[in-house]
């Protein structure tokens, strides 16, 4: 495996997360482009952790808790916006602002 050809695909994605982290106005493709970001980090914490230090797992062992942290937030996050929306009967960003109420 090339490392260029790695370090491109997760530039792209993380990209693509920032890109539809910042321009999205819904909770929900809010939450599936921090995924994105969450697994180009775990993209290239493996791939350094293969290319430069083969035989300690320090990289694979992090991708692990950060894959731990990820689920906990693919199962605590629709449970929240599902609560926004039976609150305010809206998933957009802007109208939820919860401090109002």
Known sequence: MILEYVLVLSAFLFSI???????????????????????AVNLNFVTFSDFFDSRQLKGNIFSIFVIAIAAAEAAIGPAIVSSIYRNRKSTRINQSNLLNK
């Open 17 to 39: 997360g920032i890109f539809g982290l910042v321009t999205s106005r819904n909770l929900v493709r809010a939450l599936m482009c921090l995924e994105l970001l969450l697994n």
